[in-house]
């Protein structure tokens, strides 16, 4: 089974910083076409925050640009999220995912990020 298990979440004041870390097992590093998260708030739809494929290139949504930066870990096959200047909008319920190079998606449970104003 794969499993992504994710940590880091908390609560920081605006201006604040996390960093996430989303760990996958029972995938094979040679078979995932792409790691990203994404983020859900209270009644908003989920929305992609940013993605690393697996040659390294990067994408991110454009309210986060300039303040996330996401990297990957291939030894370890951990995907992280820098995130930095946090503001309140981004607080959200934060999603690790997993997209095999048959184009099935994996999710992790979620974390809860929550800035403070």
């Known amino acids: 089974q794969v499993q992504l298990v994710e940590s880091g979440g908390g609560l920081v004041q605006a201006g604040g910083s996390l960093r996430l870390s989303c760990a996958a097992s029972?995938?094979?590093?040679?078979?995932?076409?792409?790691m990203g998260w994404y983020r859900q708030a209270p009644g908003k739809q989920r929305e992609l925050v940013a993605v690393?494929?697996?040659?390294?290139?990067?994408n991110y949504a454009n309210s986060v640009k300039g303040r996330f930066t996401i990297s990957r870990d291939k030894a370890k096959n951990t995907v992280y999220l820098e995130m930095n200047s946090l503001k309140p909008e981004d607080t959200a319920v934060y999603y690790c995912?997993?997209?095999?190079?048959?184009?099935?998606?994996?999710w992790g449970q979620g974390t809860q990020v929550t800035v403070s104003s």
């Open positions: 995912n997993v997209r095999s190079t048959r184009s099935a998606d994996y």
């Open positions: 029972g995938i094979s590093i040679f078979t995932i076409n792409a």
């Open positions: 690393i494929t697996s040659g390294g290139v990067t």
